[in-house]
């Protein structure tokens, strides 16, 4: 493998009874059929259960990465009170709560919000006493119906959105998006200060009006 970036070349001699410090295992293969036969436990003992938590969508960090979607830690609790659902009653019905993670937008709100009622509305729950079914628990027709999900429940879609060629408007090429960018963080950076001042001339032409 070629040196890649400003590192240092390799020139390790093997003094000191190097045999001693290389770790091995010859186990892989065993151990990945061990986990193999670990998970097809669990699915048989959770049926109909299903193998995995209902998680939320999330946008990857950072500027790189920010505009691709994929499966977060878990649902706020602002999200999950949207939905009409406790963060208590969540964790029992296989939702995933997070409540250290929070919502910088209002689009991820309502899409999480919209997954998990949509998850509600597939959900079927077993009464603990089939004699006296308590409020929120499925009928017996539906609990026969019930099939166990083994992969992601309500998977991340890539949609990708295609746009016919055509001619570039005299807007667009006007638009300055480096510019407009710049302007929006400016603004917002200095929108307190200007709030204050509109306040204390606010608060002087009052003065001077009495």
């Known amino acids: 493998m070629a040196i890649r970036g400003n590192r240092v070349v390799p020139n390790a001699h093997f003094h000191k009874d190097w045999q001693r410090y290389i770790k091995t295992w010859f186990d892989q293969p065993a151990r990945k059929k061990r986990r193999h036969q670990k998970r097809a436990e669990k699915s048989a003992r959770i ?32 999200e999950l009170k949207a939905a009409g659902v406790s963060a208590k009653v969540a964790q029992t019905i296989g939702i995933a709560v997070d ?64 746009e016919k060629p055509r001619k570039v408007t005299s807007a667009e090429k006007k638009f300055a998006a480096f510019h407009t960018v710049r302007q929006a963080r400016v603004n917002k950076k200095l929108a307190p200060g200007r709030a204050k001042k509109a306040r204390e001339a606010e608060a002087e032409a009052k003065d001077k009006a009495k």
């Open 47 to 78: 049926a109909p259960r299903p193998l995995k938590k209902l998680r939320p969508v999330v946008r990857c960090p950072g500027a790189r990465f920010n505009m691709r979607q994929r499966l977060g830690r878990g649902f706020t609790v602002e």
């Open 99 to 162: 409540k250290r993670r929070k919502n910088r937008s209002v689009e991820s709100l309502q899409e999480n919000v919209q997954r998990l009622k949509e998850y509600k509305s597939r959900l079927i729950v077993f009464p603990i006493n089939r004699k006296r079914p308590k409020k929120g628990d499925s009928s017996e027709q539906e609990c026969r119906l019930a099939a166990q999900v083994e992969g992601d429940i309500l998977p991340v879609k890539k949609v990708s959105a295609t």
